[in-house]
Structure formats: C-alpha cells, structure tokens
C-alpha cells in the first residue's frame, strides 16, 4: 500500500508544529494550533485536491486556522511567553553566537504576523516563493515585499552594534554549517 | 551586463531563487559593491541563525496531536481509494447482498439489543488488505514480518489478537490504515486451509456478533464481532473448514 506515503500527515509533523510556533510564538499554543488545524483539516479534505502538494494545503491550514481563529483570542497578550519559551541555547555553545542568535530571533519574533509567517516559510522551510505564496494565498508580489520588509527590520536594528567579536562569531556560525 | 539589480534580485539570490542567467548578472553586481555585497551576507547570516534555531528538533508530538494526524492520513487515503477506484461502490454492494444471502446456516448470529449491521467499509477493508498481503507475498521486495506479538500489536493499534492454533505459522504482520483508524492483517499458512488473512479493526458500536459468512469471487470471509472489534479471517478454500476455524477462534476469545 504505497500510496499511503502520498499522504504522510504524521512525517509532516514537526514541519508544522515549528511553523505553528513561529506564528504563535509558543510551544505550547503551537502543539493546540496544529492540532485544531489538523482537525480542520479532516473536516474539509476534499479541498485538498484543488490546492496541489499536500505539504502546502497543511501548512496554508495551519496558517487560516491562526489567522481566522487564533490572533482574535489576543495572541498578542502572550508575547511575553514567545521568549521564554523558544530556547536556542542547545544550537550554538559559545557566548557572542549565542547572544547573536538570540538578537535576531528576538527580531524575528517581533515582526507583524504577516512578515513572520512568510520569512519563516521561505527560510526555516526553505519552501519556494511559489509555494510559500499558495500557502498564504498572496501573490508572489506580496510574498517578496514581505520577506523584504522582515529583513529589512533585522538588518536595520542589528546594524551598527556589531563588535569584532560578535562578527566573528557570527561568521563561525555560517561556516559551521558548510563543514 | 545590465546593473539594474532589484531589491527582489537580491532577496532571491538569498533564497536561492535566481534563475541561472540572472544569478550572473547578482554575483557580477555584488562582486563590484563591497557594501550590498554586506548587506547580503547579513541577510544569510540572519537566514542560517533562524533556520537552526526555528528548525531544530522539537519534543515528541504530543499524543492527541499524532492521533489526529493518523486519522487525517486515513481519511485522506480513503479518500484516495475511493476516487482511484470506483468500483469499490460495486464491490461495497456486492458484499452487502453476500452476506445477507451466503450465511451458511440461513440464520444470522447476532446478539446484542438489535442486529448490528457489519459496516462494509469494514469487509472492504479486510479484502483490501487480504488482496494487498497476496500481492506483497509475490514480491521479494516487500519486508515481511513474521512475529506474531499479540503484546506489541495491541500496544500499538489496541487491538487485540486471539490466539491461533498452534499448526498455524503466521508469515507476516501488517498494520493497515482502515475506515476506523489503524487495522491489523496477519497472513497465515494453515496447512489444510491452504494461506488465510486474519483481519481485525476498531468498529463504532459494541455488540458481539457470531461468526457470519459473506463471499467475494473466489474469497470467502468469515466476520465476527467481540466488544468494539471486528475480526474477519479471508481465505480461498470456501466453506466448513473455514467456519469452524473462524468459530474455534471466536470461542477462544473472551
């Protein structure tokens, strides 16, 4: 029975629950936003068809059920969570990569909503323009002038801070990920 | 060369969208502007650093959540069967009338407050899944597991086997999407019976039905029903020998 990889909801896990975390800004109300669009999703399964690959019909779930039925509930009021609750001390072990790491997520996670969830797709999915457009349901366009505005804002406020040290740590980052 | 280079070109050359042509023309410009050529770097740097802090491994899905992912797989491969062939409607029909007409003793063994009617989804999942095992058997490619683990299936489907008689060598074990969540299928060399499937799946209701025959083409299946489960055990030798294994093994099962 191959063709029950074609539609693989469980491999897609994680691929959403980060998603979901990035747009709430919590593990915690990410785990209940995957699973209400999960939900969601069982509901309305003949739409499936018309959207094409099944990774971008989950993720552009996940991302209405945030957008209709989420942000109403005052997601804003748990920003104050986000922080805590993301932890990348586990990702870099020296001090200056890990306060540089900390600087632009901090900078990530204050972006508008809409400028979060498309940098987020592209980025950390490494989903293409074209899908990440499907799944916010914008036009490419919008989709470009998003991802230039979220890069814009973390380029702007880390500009001009940086010390000797922290470049090079930075720099140690990148070229760790090449090795 | 064109020195037109767009803020777009220069975010797709981040993302790795650039078409090659248009890839030259950016590394050209980037390579004569040392200061965008900066700024590029740090669109990167920022990309790298949110990909390894965003996309790291995350605790174990919770529960509720993996459930709810399995029964969307489900619905959705259904769905997807059901679409591909069509003819699942006929064949659905067909089982229908065999079990209302092909119970052997003319009588239908049902107890509980009222005849509890055998959903055919369930007797399309158990063909289904005896025809995929014949296939699978045919095909050296296919791995097959042969442990038998009444223990380890039910931790993991809660489903619960019965005990096979002891002439019966179980040749493989495999775990089905079905209507109803997870399904479990053991294909059996029986010896006298010649090769069986043992099928058992989740049903909505809960009352016990007596072993009941339907037939399919040259496939004849004997279902019952214990509690919230269903059995079905499907072979091509028809008839009695069947019957009285699939009574041996209901009567075994408390």
């Known amino acids: 029975m191959a063709d029950s990889n074609s539609f693989d909801v469980v491999g897609l896990l994680d691929p959403l629950r980060r998603y979901a975390r990035s747009l709430t800004r919590s593990e915690a109300q990410a785990e209940d936003l995957v699973h209400d669009a999960l939900v969601k999703a069982y509901e309305k399964q003949e739409g499936y068809r018309s959207v094409g690959s099944l990774r971008t019909w989950l993720f552009s779930i996940v991302h209405n059920v945030f957008v209709d039925d989420w942000r109403r509930k005052g997601a804003e009021a748990r920003r104050a969570e986000a922080h805590a609750a993301l932890s990348v001390e586990a990702v870099v072990e020296d001090q200056d990569s890990r306060l540089r790491l900390k600087q632009i997520l901090d900078l990530f996670l204050a972006l508008p909503d809409e400028q979060r969830a498309a940098l987020h797709l592209v980025a950390v999915e490494e989903m293409s323009y074209q899908d990440a457009a499907a799944t916010l349901g914008i036009p490419m366009g919008t989709l470009m002038s998003r991802l230039s505005r979220a890069r814009a804002a973390i380029r702007g406020i880390e500009s001009g801070e940086e010390s000797p040290e922290v470049r090079r740590a930075a720099l140690r980052i990148i070229g760790g990920k090449d090795d | ?254």
């Open chain 2, 1 to 254: 060369m064109t020195s037109l280079v767009s803020e777009n070109d220069l975010n797709s050359y981040v993302d790795g969208e650039l078409e090659p042509a248009r890839l030259l023309v950016v590394e050209d410009y980037l390579a004569r502007n040392p200061q965008v050529a900066a700024r590029v770097m740090a669109d990167l740097r920022s990309r790298d650093v949110l990909r390894m802090a965003l996309g790291t491994a995350l605790r174990r899905a919770p529960r509720q959540t993996v459930d709810a992912a399995g029964r969307l797989e489900t619905g959705m491969f259904w769905r997807g069967m059901i679409m591909r062939f069509r003819k699942v409607a006929a064949v659905g029909f067909l089982i229908a009338v065999g079990w209302f007409a092909h119970d052997e003793s003319g009588l239908l063994h049902i107890s509980g407050s009222e005849a509890a009617p055998v959903p055919p989804a369930f007797l399309e999942d158990a063909l289904q899944a005896h025809r995929t095992e014949i296939i699978r058997s045919r095909m050296a490619s296919q791995s097959h597991s042969q442990s038998y683990d009444r223990d380890e299936i039910f931790a993991s489907t809660r489903i619960e086997m019965p005990s096979l008689p002891p002439a019966w060598q179980v040749t493989d074990v495999q775990v089905f999407p079905s209507h109803q969540g997870a399904s479990v299928e053991a294909a059996v060399q029986t010896g006298s019976l010649g090769r069986v499937s043992l099928f058992a799946a989740h049903v909505d209701n809960n009352v016990t039905i007596q072993p009941t025959m339907t037939r399919n083409g040259n496939d004849t299946t004997f279902y019952w029903q214990k509690g919230s489960l269903l059995f079905a055990i499907t072979g091509e030798k028809a008839g009695r020998p069947l019957r009285r294994a699939a009574h041996a093994i209901f009567d075994t099962m408390r």
